[in-house]
């Protein structure tokens, strides 16, 4: 069974700082890597849809990256705004282990950005 | 640009009422996810639909029960509620075929479901 870990759990930082937010999961056989952003009681809000065949995306000051063979992507924040606070979400489908098309969700970090 | 639109956006049932939740989901889209999001927890993947098929089942109780229609919306029924199915409820759609962006999902605002 596909397991994603996002760390850390949290993370606080001053206005301004560049920031990495890491995920592992633990079968390899992905399909997309999608990192979102969720706001408190609020909906989930797509950044970055990775495929499998690619390495990295970027939007704005978001920069994801995906290495498949190890497990793990990184979404970099360059420049934070108090803004960006909310809980970033990473989320797989695929895999060997049944995934299908479905995405399985990691643990979160919530980030705060402070003034 | 349209997006996946959900309702209601809050809900207040009572123990053993029964809820419907509906789900439009993005034009051309053919694919409907439904999850359900605890306080504090991610997002739990329930049931999926491609091409008004049932595709995927997830941690949904058999008190649940869900279909997508001919015009693609998708409707959650949940009868017998206990004070545990309280949770948002996030519908999501996407596209299978080829392009750029195949298998991006993207989620409603959510029905927030509370169960008293």
């Known amino acids: 069974k596909q397991e994603v870990t996002q760390i850390p759990a949290a993370l606080s930082v001053p206005e301004g700082e560049n920031l990495v937010l890491n995920c592992s999961f633990t079968?390899?056989?992905?399909?997309?890597l999608q990192w979102f952003r969720q706001d408190p009681g609020k909906g989930l809000t797509s950044l970055l849809l990775?495929?499998?065949?690619?390495r990295e995306q970027t939007s704005g000051r978001l920069n994801a990256s995906l290495d498949k063979s190890s497990g793990r992507s990184t979404l970099y924040i360059a420049a934070s705004q108090p803004g960006d606070s909310a809980t970033y979400l990473c989320?797989?489908?695929?895999?060997?282990?049944?995934?299908?098309?479905?995405?399985?969700f990691g643990t979160g970090t919530q980030l705060k950005v402070e003034l | 640009a349209a997006g996946v639109i959900q309702s209601p956006r809050h809900l207040i049932k009572e123990k053993r009422e029964t809820a419907t939740l509906k789900c439009y989901p993005i034009p051309r889209h053919d694919t409907v996810y439904w999850y359900q999001q605890g306080p504090g927890q991610d997002p739990q993947f329930l049931i999926s639909f491609y091409e008004k098929m049932q595709s995927d089942k997830g941690s949904i109780p058999d008190r649940f029960s869900a279909q997508q229609f001919s015009d693609y919306h998708s409707e959650l029924n949940m009868s017998s509620l206990e004070l545990g199915d309280s949770a948002l409820y996030f519908c999501?759609?996407?596209?299978?075929?080829?392009?750029?962006?195949?298998?991006?999902?993207?989620f409603g605002e959510g029905s927030r479901l509370t169960v008293l």
């Open positions: 999501a759609s996407s596209f299978a075929g080829q392009g750029p962006n195949t298998g991006e999902l993207f």
């Open positions: 990775i495929q499998s065949s690619q």
């Open positions: 079968d390899s056989a992905i399909y997309n």
């Open positions: 989320a797989v489908t695929g895999g060997l282990t049944g995934g299908g098309n479905k995405l399985t």
